[in-house]
Structure formats: C-alpha cells, structure tokens
C-alpha cells in the first residue's frame, strides 16, 4: 500500500537533487572495553540496549558475572550475574530479560540453568530446568520456549524442549530424543527446533522439527538435514534458515546452510564450507541475512568469520574477526551486533563484542526526481515531511557528512522525527535497492 503525503506548506517546500546511492560501506566498532572473555549470547532491548551472555568477568572495567547490559554508552552487571555460562538471552516486551545457560545460581539464589532479570533482581522460572540450556525464544503472546540437554522442566519430563506460560512449563508432546540447540519461532506463531534429534514426538525429524503450538504435534521439514543443526531465523521474509555442520537438506547437497519456504528446501549458493560451524544468524530490517561461526573463507573469498548473503552469493562484512563468531543480534534501529571468541574486528580491538557502524559511500548527485519525493522544511528544527509516493514501512536512515549512520527508521506515514539528533547537515536515505533516494537535510 501506498501513501501520497500532501503538503499543506508547499510555499515553504525546497525541492532538493535526488541521488542514487551506488553502494554502502561501514566498520567494526567497540562497546566501550568489551568484554575479558568469550560472548556466546546477545539480545536487544529497547533503543540501544544490549545485552551480553558469556564465559566472562568483567564488562567495560566493572565486575559482570557473565552476562551484562550495554545502555549505548556504558556496561552495568546485572546484580550478581550467573555462575556458569550464558548461552541464550531473550528480551521480553516489558524489558524483563531471560537468561539460560550451564548455571545453577542466578543473583546468588537457586535457578536451574534457566532465570529472570527484571531489571533490579534475578528469579527462577518455576523449578527451572534439569540440564543446560542453549537457546530461548519468545512468541508474540510472550510465551517463553527453552531447549538444551534436559528431559525435565519444572521437575516433570520434557525432553530437550519446554514452554513457560508465566506460571508452570509444559513439554511440547513427547519432546526431542536428543540435544536440541536452536529454537526459531515464525510470524504463525509456530515453533521451529534445530539439534542433534533424530525423532520429534515419537516421529521421524532428521535434526530438524516444527511443533504447532494449535494442535499439539510435530512434524518433520521434509526429509530434514543430514547432520547437527546448530543454529535457525526464521525470518521477516517468511522463509526459514537453517545452518550446522551438515552436508545435505532433503536430498540436495549443500554446504552447512539452508533455506525452507514453508514447502521445499533450497541451497544457498555453495553454502558456508563443508562442515564449518555456523554458530548464529541474523537478519537486519531491510531482510539481509547474516551467518557468524568458525567459517575464515567461502569458496575462496576470506570472510574472517562473518558474512552476508547478497541474493545470490555470500560475501564479507568489513575486514572480519579475528576468531570465531558466536552470536548476532540486531537493534530497533537496525544496527548488527556480534560477539565471540576474537579480541579483534576490522584491524582494530573491540574484546569479545562489536558493533556494525554503517557508512553510505559512492552518492552521486542526479538531477531531477526519479520517483517524485520532495522533502520539507529545509532546514528544520527535527521534523520532516515526505511529499510523494512512498510505501509505508520504507526504510528511511540518517547519515552525517562522513557516511555514519545516526538514525534509522521504517517510514509510518506520518512525521519523521528527528528531534533527537544533533545540528547539522545530514543526507537521508529513503529506500534501499534501485529504488533508494538520497537528499540532504540541515538541522538547526
């Protein structure tokens, strides 16, 4: 659907050049000190709340026992952390974070690998879990999904996968026989689980398995993988992604990485490398998938433990990590955070966890509009009027002279508000692909 904006202060209107902006370019940047140790979990809360879960100490110069927050700015512990490894974080829509992991101990009190942050105090969920958890997933009701190596939830069988209401957990049928790793839960509201399993509730699910939360069953994804699953996004396209260390999806050979549309498995170009360890997935707001794992190169090209998928092929993100990728996250503004075992990303130190920082490169000016958008007042005291067709939810960012990315935002047919970011001249991107746009905007 379309929306044409009408100007009501057309007298005051300055019609600016459009651009075509021929590519994008950015770096690797730091949060503050990083982390003393490995990062295996990331989630983001609101704005530009981070939060890490991992094997360390110590966050920014503070004591942080393996898990901490990043508000933008600074590291703060969450009270007196866990006292094993966090290896899943979850956000929930009131800000309540959820952690899992090998811990026993969460604030100091009994949790069993599985806690609640409500921002002042750590809590059990019930009886927690009755071995280590290794992924959690929220629905949009804010029903919570765990999976690891357990058979017990709340002290009753669930084996490797169980939902917490709120109030008790329940198993999803008769389980998985065997570690499940990953948990993707899509726009349906069905839940998808990726690991070591051969049977899912008692049927036939080679490491990979959909439960359907209406009526109850499991189901197989065709004829499944050929090998571990060790990571699942179920994506804002519909489709769903799947890596590990497997060779094949269905019956067709592939290279660590596939794609499910609901039907059929496809492969994505040769994949990630034979047997590479894909360790997490992502996706930002204009629907690039990201893969982080132990991968330095694909098909020859030297990636460094990240990529992303173009459409067609995959390709690197900067200059890469310096060891292996183990978690992708990304915020409301769209920004790509990961974290690992490197110490270095793009040349320079970040300790364990970075942050893509987008730069817009090659801008041409081009005479004329090419799809007919106007952008008004010029210059502006932080509000911004789009004249023209512009679909609703078109991505629209902020860039500042030397190409940093400082806002982001999905167009809502309203007012772009940018009252937050500082004077100055700024180009404004509105649309991605061939269809982008770029003007530049003075804030005063």
């Not at 932080?382 to 629209?396: P, Y």
């Amino acid at each position: 659907m379309k929306n044409r904006v009408c100007c009501f202060f057309s007298l005051i209107c300055i019609v600016l050049a459009i651009s075509d902006v021929k590519g994008q370019g950015g770096q690797w940047a730091a949060l503050g000190g990083g982390l003393n140790d490995k990062c295996l979990s990331l989630a983001c809360g609101a704005g530009s709340i981070v939060y890490a879960g991992g094997s360390f100490s110590d966050a920014g110069g503070i004591g942080a026992a393996n898990i901490a927050r990043w508000d933008g700015a600074n590291w703060s512990a969450l009270g007196d952390g866990v006292n094993g490894w966090c290896y899943a974080i979850a956000v929930d829509d009131s800000g309540n974070v959820y952690a899992g992991g090998t811990f026993a101990k969460a604030g100091g009190i009994d949790v069993n690998y599985i806690a609640k942050w409500d921002g002042n105090t750590w809590s059990a969920l019930g009886n927690g879990l009755g071995g280590w958890c290794y992924d959690i997933k929220l629905d949009a009701s804010g029903q919570l999904y765990a999976c690891g190596t357990f058979t017990t939830a709340g002290g009753n069988t669930a084996n490797r996968i169980a939902k917490w209401d709120g109030v008790s957990w329940t198993s999803l049928g008769g389980g998985l026989d065997d570690v499940c790793n990953a948990i993707a839960i899509d726009r349906q509201g069905m839940v998808y689980a990726g690991g070591r399993f051969t049977q899912a509730g008692n049927q036939p699910a080679a490491y990979i398995a959909r439960w359907n939360p209406a009526d109850t069953t499991w189901s197989a994804l065709g004829y499944g993988l050929n090998d571990d699953c060790e990571s699942l996004l179920a994506g804002s396209d519909g489709n769903l992604y799947a890596a590990g260390i497997f060779t094949m999806v269905d019956s067709i050979s592939t290279s660590s990485i596939g794609r499910w549309d609901g039907n059929a498995w496809h492969t994505m170009a040769s994949g990630l490398g034979y047997q590479q360890h894909t360790y997490a997935l992502g996706m930002d707001s204009s629907g690039t998938v990201f893969a982080g794992g132990s991968f330095y190169a694909i098909s020859g090209l030297a990636v460094k433990y990240i990529t992303r998928w173009s459409g067609s092929e995959w390709v690197g993100s900067g200059v890469g990590f310096s060891n292996s990728c183990r978690a992708l996250a990304v915020d409301q503004q769209g920004v790509l955070y990961a974290g690992g075992e490197f110490a270095n990303a793009g040349g320079g130190a970040v300790n364990y966890v970075a942050r893509w920082e987008e730069t817009m490169v090659g801008v041409d000016n081009v005479p004329g509009q090419k799809n007919g958008i106007t952008v008004f007042p010029v210059p502006t005291s932080g509000e911004i009027w789009l004249q023209g067709d512009v679909d609703f939810g078109t991505d629209i960012r902020l860039y500042d002279v030397q190409g940093k990315l400082v806002n982001r935002q999905r167009y809502d047919g309203n007012v772009l508000d940018l009252s937050e970011v500082k004077a100055g001249a700024y180009w404004l991107k509105i649309g991605s692909g061939s269809r982008a746009q770029t003007v530049k905007v003075v804030l005063h």
